[in-house]
């Protein structure tokens, strides 16, 4: 899977089979990790290059999954390859908690409302569109996984590790007050934010707020909406 699905999509191997070798190494180091071999298969990806496949195996001393923080690092390399506009989108997505369910249509208004998405002068797209390609783009690097159906509509999540590193480079940035969080301290940094309607009142002293996504409990995903 790491080479036909991820690593040589689109691509013959019989065209690259200097790039099998190099791959081979990569796919030892990660020691069996699922999702460290998609999410660094789809890097590879990005490139059918020697040297940037070599770049990505020199890097290897990232490669110590013993521990699942170590997982996390190798997902960093994958988000520090990402374009700024894309790593701005996904640093978005820490605010909502763990196995939320994406709606990707409601996200993307997020994104734009937010000011994440804008028209290059010489482009003419629709704001959304820019943004469903932003979308699957990072759908198509793991960054997220299709979920279930809600309701008729297919919803999206991020596998736990990937939201670890989502928290993890938007500490500061991004922040979530959750139904437990008696006592969480919010850095005064914070520019987006994804707290429960009966909680509001805990961000009124943020003066760098730029989304504030209310939530409410319905049974199902959670309903919000942008502030």
């Known amino acids: 899977l790491f080479r036909s699905s991820y690593a040589f999509h689109d691509f013959s191997l019989h065209n690259h089979r ?7 190494q990569i ?12 999410v660094i298969g789809c890097l590879l990806n990005t490139s059918m290059d020697h040297q940037y496949w070599t770049r990505v195996l020199n890097q290897g001393s990232l490669f110590n999954l013993e521990k699942a923080k170590n997982v996390v ?11 700024a506009n894309l790593q701005v989108c996904f640093r978005f997505c820490s605010i909502f ?13 997020m994104w734009i409302c937010s000011g994440f998405i804008r028209q290059q002068s010489s482009q003419e797209e629709r704001l ?10 990072l759908l198509r690097k793991s960054f997220f996984e299709y979920g279930k159906f809600w309701q008729g509509e297919r919803r999206y999540v991020m596998h736990d590790l990937v ?10 940035e991004c922040c979530t007050i959750g139904h437990d969080d008696k006592s969480i301290i919010i850095p005064a940094t914070v520019r987006h934010v994804y707290v429960g309607a009966h ?5 009124s002293h943020l003066e760098n707020l730029r ?5 409410t409990y319905s049974g199902g995903p959670c309903d919000s909406f942008v502030l």
Not at 18 to 24: H, P, S
Not at 73 to 83: A, D, Q, R
Not at 163 to 172: D, G, I, K, P, R
């Open 73 to 83: 690092e190798v997902l960093k390399l994958s988000y520090y390859h990402l374009p």
């Open 97 to 109: 908690p763990q196995d939320h369910w994406f709606d990707k249509d409601d996200l993307i208004k």
């Open 27 to 38: 796919l030892k180091m990660l020691r069996g990790s699922p999702l460290a071999a998609k």
């Open 163 to 172: 939201h670890e590193l989502a928290q993890n480079v938007s500490y500061e």
């Open 128 to 137: 959304e569109d820019i943004g469903e390609d932003y979308f699957h783009l």
């Open 199 to 203: 909680k509001i009142e805990k961000v």
């Open 211 to 215: 989304s504030l996504v209310v939530y």
């Open 18 to 24: 200097e790039l099998q070798a190099i791959g081979d």
